[in-house]
């Protein structure tokens, strides 16, 4: 196994359950995320000889994820002309089978919650909840460190609201 193929299997099998609830996040079903999944993978593959180090390897991923969910939405969107509900209706708690329908009616609700937000606001709270520090999420959005903060308040404060 050369190199390039033994990086990408490391980077696959750390990153792998993130990339995919970002994909599920953004896609709204396991199907439309398979799909994004494999995409994203793809672009990773293609793409690992021209990273550059500027940022880490975490964040980089991070960035041809959300930017391949955003292209991929737009084609659904353009496609479809409606909005996609982010809520599959069998999400199910990742690591936790003895969790209650109360948990997971809050889990929907909270995410029903976050796909009515904007887009940029959409990715910031996809990213928290991946425990992503705020210096990730400003490389990958393009905001300042200062103003995730701002944003991750305000956006608490919405969503409280909504649920």
Known sequence: MNTKEQYFKEIYEGLKDKIYRLCLGFMGNNADADDL??????????SLDSFRGDSTINTWVYRITTNTALLSRSKINKLKKKHTNLIPENLKIENNEEASLFGQEQIKKLYKAISSLKEIDRIIMSLVLEDISYKEIADITGISVSNVGVRINRIKKALAKKI
């Not at 999944?37 to 293609?46: D, S, T």
């Open 37 to 46: 999944f494999q995409e994203v993978l793809i672009k990773i593959w293609n």
